[in-house]
Antibody, heavy 124, light 107 residues
Framework: EVQLVESGGGLVQPGGSLGLSCAVS????????MDWVRQTPGKGLEWVGR??????????EYAASVKGRFTISRDDSKNSLYLQMNGLQTDDTAVYYC???????????????WGQGALVTVSS | DIQLTQSPSFLSASVGDRVTITCRAS??????LAWYQQKPGKAPKLLIY???SWQSGVPSRFSGSGSGTEFTLTISSLQPEDFATYYC?????????FGGGTKVEIK
């Protein structure tokens, strides 16, 4: 069974930093690209960024709203995905989901499995 | 960035109704559009990708169509478990973007 479990959410002050982790099981993690997606309370979904697999040199893509502040990384030996968030702002408050990208081809570069989400609250 | 506009943002329907949701892209995205369903307190669930391809396990009452800039998600006969919010997402180019959502509620 595919499982993704986020951890590390919590309350942080504006300007602060926080790291999220996503532990995965039930599939060959090293084969897949992985995404982070967030959802602000009561609002819609926003794609945060993506990390490709080793075969594609672990390259990353980011939304403009987080580029330069957030860093996505992965440790294939630990079946884990990470999101390091620096310079947090109040509008970064959201539930953050990690998600598996179904396939590397553009026709299936969609998120087919999601974690349960981790709440990050940025407030003084 | 590619903007996705969903309509309607809210709809009220009855069990058994045929429901259609539209997603319009600000520029052509070929057929690289996905649909997700989200229920309160849960993560989104992939329904359709590449405009019309079913994700494994998704009931056949859900169907997608379209290409270029206009896409539709149709639920042929609404079931009680289908009351949820639906989002489109373009997977044509970075940054990936989502539509604003369509909430389907019970009439």
């Amino acid at each position: 069974e595919v499982q993704l479990v986020e951890s590390g959410g919590g309350l942080v002050q504006p300007g602060g930093s926080l790291g999220l982790s996503c532990a995965v099981s039930g599939f060959i993690f090293s084969d897949h690209y992985m995404d982070w997606v967030r959802q602000t309370p009561g609002k819609g979904l926003e794609w945060v960024g993506r990390i490709r697999n080793k075969a594609n040199t672990y390259t990353t893509e980011y939304a403009a709203s987080v580029k330069g502040r957030f860093t996505i990384s992965r440790d294939d030996s630990k079946n884990s995905l990470y999101l390091q968030m620096n310079g947090l702002q109040t509008d970064d408050t959201a539930v953050y989901y990690c998600a598996r990208v179904a396939d590397n081809s553009w026709s299936r570069t969609v998120d087919d499995y999601w974690g349960q989400g981790a709440l990050v609250t940025v407030s003084s | 960035d590619i903007q996705l506009t969903q309509s309607p943002s809210f709809l009220s329907a009855s069990v058994g109704d045929r429901v259609t949701i539209t997603c319009r892209a600000s520029q052509g995205i070929s057929n690289y559009l996905a649909w997700y369903q989200q229920k309160p307190g849960k993560a989104p669930k992939l329904l359709i990708y590449a405009a019309s391809s079913w994700q494994s396990g998704v009931p056949s009452r859900f169907s997608g169509s379209g290409s270029g800039t206009e896409f539709t998600l149709t639920i042929s006969s609404l079931q009680p478990e289908d009351f949820a919010t639906y989002y489109c997402q373009q997977h044509n180019s970075y940054p990936l973007t989502f539509g604003g959502g369509t909430k389907v509620e019970i009439k």
